[in-house]
């Protein structure tokens, strides 16, 4: 099983990323798939999720309105679009599969909104 994330980087405030989770080694489309991020400091907090089939969304209140979660099951990759950032959006974001039984996490990836 992998997870790994790509498309973090240096961004000023205001600006967009869009992060990437490339998945292989179990069935994508029956895991529900969610974003977390960790910032310095601070306890690992989940941002956006996104049911299997992609129907249902939801997304922590501090992001809500920024963020937007997406997913292709054909390619196995789980998508953040993220916009308007902020410096307290610092943080490495990672990627989770989930499905009540199984739980697998990436490597994450690093996001720095800074001028």
């Known amino acids: 099983v992998q997870l790994v994330e790509s498309g973090g980087g240096l961004v000023q405030p205001g600006g967009s990323l869009r992060l990437s989770c490339a998945a292989s080694?179990?069935?994508?489309?029956?895991?529900?798939m969610s974003w977390y991020r960790q910032a310095p400091g601070k306890e690992r907090e989940r941002v956006a999720v996104?049911?299997?089939?992609?129907?249902?969304?939801n997304y922590a209140d501090s992001v809500k309105g920024r963020f937007t979660i997406s997913r292709d099951n054909t390619k196995y990759t789980v998508y953040l679009q993220m916009s308007s950032l902020k410096p307290d959006d610092t943080a490495v974001y990672y990627c989770?599969?989930?499905?009540?039984?199984?739980?697998?996490w990436g490597q994450g990836t690093q996001v720095t909104v800074s001028s």
């Open positions: 989770n599969a989930h499905n009540g039984f199984n739980d697998y």
């Open positions: 080694g179990f069935t994508f489309s029956s895991y529900a």
């Open positions: 996104i049911t299997s089939a992609g129907g249902v969304t």
